[in-house]
């Protein structure tokens, strides 16, 4: 039996990048020093999307898309402290135009985890003047671009960020030290709480939300698993959230992976080894209604170099968003991750989230069939599904 569920007016359709990981050629930063160390793959051309953004704003355009999520490379904009480089902000200034004027609506993120060599050196988001730091940074970009987006994120995955980088060490600056975790986490809740005043002042037409990555905590009725899930969900988010929440226009969810607590579920996995659990989406969803705030769902994608499960993935998790939608969850938009392979972080290239496939000898860049799939949803707007994956 088929269904067909329709997505509210005005609904943003589209897919995500993520400057270091397509730009390509970007040396100037933390993670381009830890390939360096040979702590990381070494990233090269990547996409060559810096050159290339017409090619890929055309290609999201034919897909039907009308909006686009990117970020601008901090090093870039500020390759030495204190100097800015106008040539790049006027690069980007280009990349927004040139989603407009495709339908594409902007929405630019200001800080997606690579830092400036000169900043890491100093110590980062460890160091007791970093939000000041930071927010310089944000506030430059904001005085020549604000006018240009609607929709800014100004941190991309915080938890993530002090997860990996301090407590698991496999991102810059490759640490295990639950105190420096602390104190960065601190240091990013006022980051973006003193960035979120200071832009609304240069700019108050503009929304400024997070994008936080969002495990599905589940259990089964053990009282022991149930309090590690709700302890778990907690301190990987939404303490986080809860300390910047007045200070978010919108909030930003990234949702891939379930964790479970004794649940017992079989599920489907992806090339990465993730399990795929599109209820995880609903049930994140309808824990952020209580914040009264418009949801865009950010990231939410699939490591499938076959393209034999991604179709049914999208389609599985946006049918439990549109569960979410008719329980009163005020979700304006949802963005695939990614519209191009890329250099995943510390996985480098081996594994494949694009809709679009990358040849990276060549730059050649292939559509693959689920790419036709979604365009049929973000055409019409609307969810046409035969059987649910729950």
């Not at 050629?25 to 051309?45: C, H, M, Q, S, Y």
């Not at 969850?329 to 494949?352: A, C, I, M, Q, T």
């Amino acid at each position: 039996m088929s269904e067909e569920l329709k997505f509210p007016d005005n609904f943003y359709w589209g897919t995500g990048t993520a400057a270091f990981q397509v730009e390509g050629n970007t040396e100037n930063n933390d993670w381009a020093e830890g390939a360096k160390l040979g702590k990381l793959p070494v990233i090269g051309r990547a996409c060559d999307s810096y050159n290339r953004y017409n090619e890929d704003f055309d290609i999201a355009k034919s897909l039907g898309q009308n909006a686009h999520r990117f970020s601008i490379e901090w090093s870039r904009i500020e390759p030495e402290e204190g100097k800015f480089n106008d040539e790049e902000i006027e690069h980007y200034r280009k990349v927004i135009r040139a989603l407009k004027e495709r339908g594409l609506e902007p929405f630019v993120t200001l800080w997606h985890f690579t830092l400036p060599t000169w900043f890491y050196k100093m110590g980062g988001f460890e160091n007791p003047k970093s939000p000041k730091i930071f927010a310089r940074y944000c506030e430059h970009v904001l005085e020549r671009l604000g006018d240009e987006a609607k929709f800014w994120v100004t941190i991309n995955e915080p938890m993530v960020y002090v997860g990996f980088g301090y407590g698991s060490g496999l991102f810059p600056p490759f640490k295990k030290n639950v105190f420096a975790l602390l104190r960065v986490m601190s240091n990013l809740v006022t980051s973006h709480n003193i960035i979120y005043g200071n832009l609304k002042k240069l700019n108050k037409n503009i929304e400024i939300g997070i994008a936080f990555s969002m495990v599905d905590y589940i259990s089964n009725r053990n009282p022991i698993n149930v309090l590690k899930a709700k302890i778990s969900e907690y301190f990987g988010n939404l303490r986080f959230l809860n300390k910047t929440i007045k200070s978010l226009d919108f909030i930003g969810l990234n949702y891939y992976i379930p964790k479970q607590f004794g649940s017992g579920l079989k599920l489907e996995r992806s090339d990465m080894d993730w399990e795929i659990y599109p209820k995880g989406i609903c049930d994140l969803l309808l824990g952020l209604k209580k914040y009264t705030k418009p949801v865009f769902v950010t990231e939410n994608g699939i490591a499938d170099a076959g393209d034999e499960k991604r179709t049914k993935f999208i389609k599985d998790h946006l049918y439990w968003v549109a569960q979410a939608i008719n329980k009163g969850v005020d979700v304006r938009g949802y963005l695939y991750w990614s519209l191009l392979d890329n250099y995943e972080l510390h996985r480098g290239y081996k594994y494949r989230f694009g809709l679009v496939e990358m040849n990276y000898e060549t730059m050649e860049r292939h559509i693959r069939p689920s790419a036709y799939e979604y365009k049929q949803i973000c055409e019409t707007n609307s969810l046409k599904i035969d059987n649910i994956n729950i």
